[in-house]
C-alpha cells in the first residue's frame, strides 16, 4: 500500500520561495510519473507538474512553467517542488500523486493521492 506524504507547505510573502516534499516513507516509489496538483479554494484541481520517474524528465503545466521546478533524488524515494516567485494566486493545497494510468495531466489518471499541505502566499 503507497501512502504518501507532503511536507514544506507554509505561508510565505509574495516573491519567496518553498519547497515541497512527498515521500512514502522512504521507500523507494514504483510509478511511470509522480506528479504534483493543485486545489485552490473552490477551483479544481489542476496540474502543476509530473515527472517521467525512470528518465526524470519533467512537464509542466504552461503557466508555472520558469517559476516551479520537479525533481526527484536519484534513489527514486522522494518527489520534490521547489516554487520560486510565488504569487498569492498559488495560493492552494498542494498534492503529490502516483501515476496509474491515462492522460498525464488529468488527476483521474493517478492512484494514490498525499494528503495534501497547505501552500498560502501573502501579497
Known amino acids: 500500500q503507497v501512502h504518501l506524504v507532503e511536507s514544506g507547505g507554509g505561508l510565505v510573502q509574495a516573491g519567496g520561495s518553498l519547497r515541497l516534499s512527498c515521500a512514502d516513507s522512504?521507500?523507494?516509489?514504483?510509478?511511470?510519473?509522480m506528479a504534483w496538483f493543485r486545489q485552490a479554494s473552490g477551483k479544481v484541481r489542476e496540474l502543476v507538474a509530473t515527472?517521467?520517474?525512470?528518465?526524470?524528465?519533467?512537464y509542466y503545466a504552461e503557466f508555472m512553467k520558469d517559476r516551479f521546478t520537479i525533481s526527484r533524488d536519484n534513489a527514486k524515494t522522494t518527489v520534490y517542488l521547489q516554487m520560486n516567485s510565488l504569487k498569492p494566486e498559488d495560493t492552494a493545497v498542494y498534492y503529490c500523486?502516483?501515476?496509474?494510468?491515462?492522460?498525464?495531466?488529468?488527476?483521474?489518471?493517478?492512484?494514490?493521492w498525499g494528503q495534501g499541505t497547505q501552500v498560502t502566499v501573502s501579497s
Open positions: 500523486a502516483q501515476y496509474n494510468s491515462g492522460p498525464i495531466g488529468v488527476p483521474g489518471s493517478y492512484g494514490y
Open positions: 522512504g521507500r523507494s516509489l514504483d510509478s511511470a510519473f
Open positions: 515527472i517521467d520517474w525512470n528518465l526524470g524528465r519533467p
